[in-house]
């Protein structure tokens, strides 16, 4: 099975900052890479698939990177409805794997 | 609008088995592969399994941790999908999810419905 690092687990920014996201792939896989939002409670919600292609909805300060094994999430400037715990999925062979999350939280 | 919706679940003892239900509704479901995901209580994310659509011949895949236990069925007429959960253990414990799958993730999901194996 292909393995996704995430880092960091956790994090701790304002509202405005620059917040950035890695997932690493245990092998390649191409940009076959999603990445989801998570409130608690709530079911996730997909912010971007194919690496870098936004979801239609999602606001455009939610940026996706990368390919073959490294990949980033990007909010551009943190606003309150953005702390939430997000998670990458790679879809490219099966099993699809998460990551491990990464809970943001306000500092 | 697109709707998902999760039914089924509950309290189980260790060994048991169990059918979750996924109805569906506002899109084309024979057009979409259909995923399950679940969180147990406090964790991450477990992508478990999946269906394919007519055209793929209705292949499944799935988790090695649910393989040759858990079974996705699904049914175009009814715009339904099942996952039928057997030989359950206290690890099966989670919420479970359906997904809608739309450029190769899901990207629209039900509630969730909460199994709990315990004895």
């Known amino acids: 099975d292909i393995q996704m690092t995430q880092s960091p687990s956790s994090l701790s920014a304002s509202v405005g900052d620059r917040v950035t996201i890695t997932c690493r792939a245990s092998q390649g896989i191409r940009n076959d890479l999603g990445w989801y939002q998570q409130k608690p409670g709530k079911a996730p919600k997909r912010l971007i698939y194919g690496a870098y292609t936004l979801q239609s909805g999602v606001p455009p300060r939610f940026s996706g990177s990368g390919s073959g094994t490294e990949f980033t999430l990007t909010i551009s400037s943190l606003q309150p409805e953005d702390f939430a715990t997000y998670y990458c999925l790679q879809y490219k062979s099966y099993p699809g794997t998460f990551g491990q999350g990464t809970k943001v939280e306000i500092k | 609008e697109v709707q998902l919706v999760e039914s089924g679940g509950g309290l189980v003892q260790p060994g048991g088995s169990l059918r979750l239900s996924c109805t569906t509704s506002g899109f084309a479901f024979s057009e979409h592969y259909m995923d399950w995901v679940r969180q147990a209580p406090g964790k991450g994310l477990e992508w478990v399994g999946r269906t394919k659509t007519k055209l793929y011949s209705y292949t499944t895949e799935y988790a090695a941790s649910v393989k040759g236990r858990f079974t996705v069925s699904r049914d175009d007429s009814k715009n339904s999908l099942w996952l039928q959960m057997n030989s359950l253990k206290t690890e099966d414990t989670a919420v479970y999810y359906c997904?809608?799958?739309?450029?190769?993730?899901?990207?629209?999901w039900g509630q969730g419905t909460l199994v709990t194996v315990s004895s």
């Open positions: 997904g809608r799958d739309a450029n190769g993730s899901p990207d629209d």
